[in-house]
């Protein structure tokens, strides 16, 4: 079945500066770390695709580990693109990266030039790309000098297999020298993809206060802690939960499902009935409340889960007494 966007896509999405960038991405962009993979329904991963572009979403991220196995989200993703999307490339923003293993041998993980190379040309032959909009390196690799890293990005921005470059999980010192490095060599780094939540808020310790000085934009990944704030946790793990998953890769240690984190999600629940949100949606506009953060990505397992994430922006203001008694629910 031929595929043909809404004329109304743009129409309720909020759109955020990334950094000091003309590049404005979507308050709320879709990731395919999970159920995009040879293992899952591709009709339904098509559904998702087609309903998150419906709504104005235009950006989609992957990673050249991504699956299970590794590679087949791009795989899969590269399909759908070639039924559904090549009319719409130029209002798509397509993003991959590369860090972490993805072949036996010494030049297959990590962050070298060698293996950069290899693996942006194989997730572009992998999705039947010419070029993706952002390219990360996917997390530090100290053994590897960090100009060799940033310099590999540089070439692939000089090549354009790449439009823009960022980093991932990289701390505040690392992203300061890796964004100084990378602007010294004339190509600015776009963005910082860090794990960000109300239970994960490490990068509330300096990171964003590097990101606001260097002009970089922020884009948080794993916003509802792999589902651990939704409704799914209020009553304990559930049959078909991530928690419960044995997929490997990005499964949920159930060991991360406390009883005093379930009491947490309790109480912040209450708090969502108060603002008319659900918990996910309240714990989503959390993470968009500061001024650093241009987008959260969302992994989603059914379509409704799009349009039930993308409520979160009809409310994103938070009065100070708000936000004190969340700290205090999360800090007991």
Same mark, same amino acid.
């Given at each position: 079945?031929?595929?043909?966007?809404? !004329?109304?896509?743009?129409?309720?999405?909020?759109?955020? /500066?990334?950094?000091?960038?003309?590049?404005?991405?979507?308050?709320?962009?879709?990731? $395919?770390?999970?159920?995009?993979?040879?293992?899952?329904?591709?009709?339904?991963?098509?559904?998702?695709?087609r309903l998150a572009f419906d709504k104005g979403?235009?950006?989609?991220?992957?990673?050249?580990?991504?699956?299970?196995?590794?590679?087949?989200?791009?795989?899969?993703?590269? =399909?759908?693109?070639?039924? !559904?999307?090549?009319?719409?490339?130029?209002?798509?923003?397509?993003?991959?990266?590369?860090?972490?293993?993805?072949?036996?041998?010494?030049?297959? !993980?990590?962050? +070298?030039? @060698?293996?950069?190379?290899?693996?942006?040309?194989?997730?572009?032959?992998?999705?039947?790309?010419?070029?993706?909009?952002?390219?990360?390196?996917?997390?530090?690799?100290?053994?590897?000098?960090?100009?060799?890293?940033?310099?590999?990005?540089?070439?692939?921005?000089?090549?354009?297999?790449?439009?823009?470059?960022? &980093?991932s999980s990289y701390n505040p010192e690392e992203?300061?020298?890796?964004?100084?490095?990378?602007?010294?060599?004339?190509?600015?780094?776009?963005?910082?993809?860090?794990?960000?939540?109300?239970?994960? /808020?490490?990068?509330?310790?300096? $990171?964003?206060?590097?990101?606001?000085?260097?002009?970089?934009?922020?884009?948080?990944?794993?916003?509802?802690?792999?589902?651990?704030? +939704?409704?799914?946790? $209020?009553?304990?793990?559930?049959?078909?939960? =991530?928690?419960r998953s044995h997929r490997g890769n990005g499964?949920?240690?159930?060991?991360?499902?406390?009883?005093?984190?379930?009491?947490?999600?309790?109480?912040?629940?209450?708090?969502? @009935?108060?603002?008319?949100?659900?918990?996910?949606?309240?714990?989503?506009?959390?993470?968009?409340?500061?001024?650093?953060?241009? *987008?959260?990505?969302?992994?989603?397992?059914?379509?409704?889960?799009?349009?039930?994430? &993308?409520?979160?922006?009809?409310?994103?203001?938070? *009065?100070?007494?708000?936000?004190?008694?969340? !700290?205090?629910?999360?800090?007991?």
């Amino acid at each position: 079945m031929s595929y043909t966007s809404r !004329d109304d896509r743009y129409d309720k999405m909020k759109y955020r /500066r990334t950094g000091k960038s003309g590049l404005l991405l979507p308050a709320v962009s879709l990731g $395919l770390w999970h159920n995009f993979g040879d293992i899952d329904n591709q009709e339904n991963a098509r559904t998702i695709l087609r309903l998150a572009f419906d709504k104005g979403i235009t950006h989609f991220d992957l990673a050249n580990n991504y699956g299970p196995p590794a590679g087949s989200a791009e795989e899969n993703f590269g =399909r759908i693109f070639k039924q !559904d999307f090549t009319g719409y490339r130029d209002e798509l923003i397509i993003s991959s990266k590369a860090g972490w293993g993805m072949w036996p041998g010494p030049y297959g !993980d990590h962050g +070298s030039k @060698k293996y950069l190379v290899a693996s942006m040309d194989q997730s572009l032959k992998r999705m039947g790309l010419d070029y993706v909009d952002i390219f990360y390196h996917h997390r530090p690799d100290p053994s590897t000098p960090l100009e060799e890293t940033m310099r590999t990005l540089d070439l692939f921005v000089r090549q354009g297999k790449a439009l823009y470059v960022g &980093i991932s999980s990289y701390n505040p010192e690392e992203s300061k020298a890796a964004i100084q490095m990378l602007r010294s060599m004339g190509t600015p780094c776009l963005l910082h993809q860090p794990k960000y939540s109300m239970f994960d /808020r490490w990068i509330e310790d300096g $990171l964003l206060e590097v990101l606001e000085e260097e002009g970089v934009g922020c884009i948080c990944f794993s916003p509802l802690a792999q589902g651990l704030l +939704s409704n799914k946790y $209020l009553k304990g793990i559930p049959e078909g939960s =991530r928690a419960r998953s044995h997929r490997g890769n990005g499964a949920m240690d159930e060991t991360a499902v406390t009883p005093e984190k379930i009491a947490r999600v309790v109480q912040l629940n209450e708090i969502a @009935k108060r603002r008319g949100q659900n918990l996910a949606q309240l714990a989503l506009a959390w993470v968009l409340r500061h001024e650093q953060v241009t *987008s959260v990505l969302i992994g989603v397992s059914k379509p409704e889960q799009v349009t039930d994430s &993308i409520a979160c922006l009809e409310n994103l203001a938070f *009065s100070g007494e708000e936000l004190k008694e969340i !700290d205090v629910i999360l800090k007991s």
